[in-house]
């Protein structure tokens, strides 16, 4: 990896880094990566306390930092836009992960669609990964094999929101989504009748996204080795602007 490599992960709620991509987000952490989870809202009315002391237990176990502008969200795109930016210039990753902006979910599409804004403002060569979790994702173009311990970790770190776990239990959502990963993500990411892409029994998807001479390109598909996670990026086709 890149000694100081910086990643900058933006979530629109407490726990969205821990369900959409968690063994990611820990798993970067325990590699050696810095990692930022920049929280755009405390989550629902009246529980704003409990979700952000579990969100501090979380970014504990996992080992990153939390950053906190818990008014962003309510404020919009734009206020989103901005925290984003301040996040950026304070911390000038090289890989910022975020939700895609067709997630259905519109807290999660308002947040993707600001981290796309403050990309732009700021110039940034940071290179951006979506994730999907209420909308697969429509072409994703990265394949992360993950072991049994990614997946244990994840799901420690996950453990921290505990009252978000007894209102829906998310620890069967990130298990089973990381088994169908690890079966239909070869096929997905590099077409129908792919060999598999790894013997590893866990995997996340993601979107890769690359700003260039002005202009927002796919990343070619290509499967990710967290200790060099951006080993093999190339700039694919050019998408809408």
């Not at 929280?39 to 080992?63: I, T």
């Amino acid at each position: 990896m890149v000694p100081g490599a910086i990643a900058l992960h933006v979530s629109a709620h407490p726990d969205d880094e821990a369900i959409a991509a968690g063994m990611t987000v820990s798993g970067l952490a325990g590699r050696g990566w810095t990692v930022v989870n920049l929280l755009l809202s405390a989550g629902r009315p009246g529980d704003e306390a409990r979700r952000l002391a579990e969100a501090a237990e979380a970014a504990r176990r996992a080992g990153y930092l939390l950053e906190t502008d818990a008014d962003a969200l309510g404020h919009g795109e734009t206020g989103c836009a901005t925290a984003i930016l301040a996040a950026l210039d304070r911390h000038r990753p090289a890989l910022v992960i975020s939700p895609q902006p067709r997630d259905r979910h519109p807290s999660h599409e308002l947040v993707g669609r600001a981290v796309r804004a403050a990309l732009e403002q700021a110039g940034s060569t940071a290179v951006w990964w979506t994730w999907g979790l209420w909308a697969a994702l429509e072409s994703p173009t990265l394949y992360v094999p993950l072991g049994a311990g990614d997946l244990a970790r994840a799901l420690d770190v996950l453990d921290a929101y505990r009252g978000e776990l007894d209102r829906n239990d998310y620890r069967r959502l990130v298990e089973g989504a990381a088994a169908s990963n690890a079966v239909l993500g070869s096929e997905r990411v590099f077409g129908f009748g792919s060999a598999a892409a790894s013997t590893e029994p866990n995997a996340e998807l993601f979107t890769e996204v690359i700003r260039s001479d002005g202009h927002w390109y796919a990343g070619r598909p290509r499967v990710v080795d967290l200790d060099e996670p951006l080993q093999g990026l190339r700039r694919g086709d050019p998408l809408e602007d």
